[in-house]
């Protein structure tokens, strides 16, 4: 029997590689607080983002966590529920309260037809997610954050290595927040990275205090700081894993590609749309089930594929308005979009090593679980 197939599976490099990029660190014996392979890293994303600067953090929720504190925010911060439960957290976490836009029922990301009417004297941010690498409106909401004086930081966890308009994802909005986690297009095992412009300098320093306890010299802690500094080891995976991540993109792209040529046009099906000035990632592959025009629904296509060893995953369900630790605070009714593609999303596997006949199979055992049939 053939071993089951989960939602994705982590690139490495080889084994061999590692080991040969890790080597010296056992004559420097230097491991953490911005070491030699930190500093590499950081160059060589600087290049391959194309963005200013950048900030490496331990992974990606202190990226979010610790640029809201950075950035001295009180109030309400705009954002979407359909997300990881991270970007819900850390405008949470940082005494912030979040205000949730309904999303757009084609692309998922924030719907910024709605986004105007949700502020209010008390809002100072908008916190948008780049969801599955579907790049936001940008310029509304560009528009919008300059017109009433609001920062924006983009949860752009999902997006690595993706552009719009010829230029690096990650230079759009004040501040944009990557995750470089073992289950991203791109991993440094644990990891994630803040990236600002240049008129953003005085913010930089002081994320770069806040990721060290707040310690701004050997005598001198002014901050209220975490613990967030990438560590040596997984700066080197991720050292290692930059060298491959062109090619791994280019596989997930035959993936997506195999995938499309299986589900595209079926009734009842919705994929992500393919957007224009957009270089993608391949990062996820969502597909949302409507069951009265498809004949089954999302849960039993799920329960159809783990039958068969396939693990798909309901990202992103619940929504993180109607978790259980925020029972009761939210109006669900503002986001009632959200909650339909919710009720319905399936992402299916995805990763640069699937094998095509999977692919086939899983999309055969999808167009099979039809009870119109
Ligand atoms: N913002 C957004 C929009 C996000 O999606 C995320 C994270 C963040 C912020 C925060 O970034 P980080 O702080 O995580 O850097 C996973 C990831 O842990 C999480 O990073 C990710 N989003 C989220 C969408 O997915 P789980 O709980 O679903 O992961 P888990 O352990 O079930 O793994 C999923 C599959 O990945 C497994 O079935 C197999 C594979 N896998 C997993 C691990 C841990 C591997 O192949 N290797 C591994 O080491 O959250």
Redesign the pocket.
Known sequence: MASDI?????SMPSYEEYCEEIKDMWDTHWLTNMGPKHKKLQEELIEYLDVENIDLM???????ELSLQALNLKGEVITTPF?????TH?IVRNGLEPVFCDIDPVDFTMDVTKLESLITDRTCAIMP???YGNVCNIEEIDRIAKKYGLKVIY?A??TFGETYKGKGIGSYGDVS????????VF?S????AVCFGNELKDFGLDLYRLKNFGIRGTEVVDAVGANAKMNEFCAAMGICNLRHVDEEINKRRIVVERYRSHLDGVAGIQLSPIQKDVKPNYA?FPVVFDDKVFGATRNEVFDKLAEHGI?A?K??YPLTNSFDCFHGKYDLDQTPVARYISNRVLTLPL?ADLALEDVDRICAIILNCNNFR
């Open positions: 989960l939602v994705t599976r982590s331990t992974n990606g929720h202190m990226a979010l997300t990881f439960a991270s970007t850390a997610v780049h969801v949860d966890a999902h927040c990557f995750s470089f986690h073992a289950t991203k991993n095992i644990e990891g994630g996820y693990g995953r990202y992103f990763y």
